[in-house]
């Protein structure tokens, strides 16, 4: 159930809503005019409150990828908005989202102590008391076992895990518990259309990984990660060597989602001293754009993805306070692509890559969050071209944080 936020007045500065009104104010400028976000939007605790309500409980968030539940049985341990929850696969290849928090004492069912991130299982049993729960269909979640109730006035009926919404697009495992938000695969229809060349429900996870506590705002990284406009300056010497910030071509997208095309430089050297650059088994079927370049596209609230010729590695940023964020890292290669022998040393070489540039990526994004700290003066600055998708990302924000619509005055009584 999504928590009760109230508009009224807050005990930080003057209030929340002064804030909100210029969100909302910098939200409706034209993107020539576009305004980087007041520093509070990246420190004010109300306001990271009201994002956890508005934003990350209340709208679509990715948890995997479809191939992390391939078959009958299996499941993948995992959070959204701070809920523990698994997504189960059944005997009828039907996929579940399911709380796993046990109903008797509240138990987590699949502690990470103790229980792999992923696996297969028949049914759901809390490690504490034996409490099983079914996974098949319509009754995903009930409960089928709680040894020794039966001296207890007890409906095991009614008993069964809460089921969250769940959507899979494009392969990727999309969860969400408010139940009054639409449906998300319509408001993405044409970035849909846009990524169908590299066949996303078809790869496979190569690999995982993980930075926590990282010390920024979430905001700050999926900024840094929506736009090449750094690449000459926080990549200099390696990314932008192989896809050059100023050759990017950002897509004139509208809605919650953006995407952006940068060539590969004719002389691209590797990305890491002594790597070649990155070329592993080829997605097939891809044309010759894909081919020649890297597509950067991501939707709102956290996700981006860095689409290549062999692989496709999506990142989402998650808050774990007003100034700290986890960085969740998933690699997707082709199937046939594991077959290969070379293949753990691509795996291998692949996460040398990605933490040269992640590492780059933090000294911004905790430099900007330090300056952000000291609640600077407005900026005066204006978005680049190549910002588009921030000026984007604030007004999907800005539609997120708005007030509810208020209910009617009930009518007069007839006399």
């Not at 780059?360 to 000291?374: C, I």
Request: hydrophobic share 40%; glycine share 8%; charged share 25%.
């Amino acid at each position: 159930m999504l928590h009760d936020v109230s508009d009224g007045p807050h005990p930080r500065h003057d209030g929340l809503q002064p804030l909100l009104d210029e969100l909302a104010r910098i939200a409706a400028l034209p993107l020539e005019r576009g305004e980087t976000l007041p520093a509070r939007a990246y420190t004010d605790e109300s306001f990271h409150r009201l994002e956890h309500d508005r934003v990350f409980r209340g709208d679509w968030l990715c948890v995997g990828h479809v191939s992390q539940v391939a078959g009958p049985g299996d499941y993948l341990r995992t959070d959204a908005a701070g809920e523990p929850l698994v997504i189960t696969r059944d005997e009828e290849g039907g996929l579940h989202a399911l709380s796993r928090v046990c109903r008797h004492r509240f138990m987590d069912i699949l502690p990470p102590e103790t229980t792999p991130e992923q696996g297969s299982l028949e049914r759901l049993m809390c490690p504490y008391h034996t409490w099983t729960y079914r996974l098949n269909g319509e009754y995903a979640g009930q409960l089928a076992g709680a040894p020794m109730m039966n001296k207890v006035d007890f409906d095991r009926a009614a008993c069964r895990l809460p089921r969250y919404r769940l959507e899979e697009w494009n392969g990727l495992l999309m969860v969400c518990a408010d139940p009054a938000v639409p449906p998300l695969a319509p408001q993405l229809a044409e970035l849909t259309d846009r990524l169908a060349p590299y066949g996303l429900a078809d790869l496979v996870v190569a690999y995982t990984d993980r930075w926590e506590g990282v010390p920024a705002n979430w905001k700050v990284a999926f900024e840094n990660g929506s736009e090449n406009y750094h690449h000459m300056g926080t990549h200099a010497s390696t990314l932008d060597t192989l896809v050059p910030g100023k050759d990017t071509v950002v897509d004139e997208s509208e809605g919650r989602w953006f995407s952006m095309y940068t060539p590969f430089a004719l002389d691209a050297p590797g990305l890491a001293e002594g790597d070649a650059p990155r070329v592993g088994t080829l997605i097939p079927g891809l044309g010759e754009r894909q081919l020649s370049g890297m597509t950067v596209a991501g939707f709102f609230p956290n996700l981006v993805m860095a689409l290549l010729p062999d692989s496709v590695t999506f990142v989402r940023w998650v808050p774990t306070g007003p100034a700290t964020h986890d960085a969740l890292v998933t690699v997707l290669v082709p199937a046939q692509a594991e077959r290969d022998p070379d293949f753990g040393a691509y795996v291998e070489a692949s996460r040398r890559q990605f933490e040269v540039i992640q590492n780059e990526d933090l000294v911004a994004v905790r430099g900007v969050q330090r300056g952000l700290a000291t609640d600077p003066a407005p900026s005066g600055g204006r978005f680049s071209h190549l910002e588009r998708p921030l000026w984007q990302f604030q007004r999907y924000l800005a539609d997120r944080l708005a007030p509810a619509d208020p209910a009617p005055a009930p009518a007069p009584a007839q006399r």
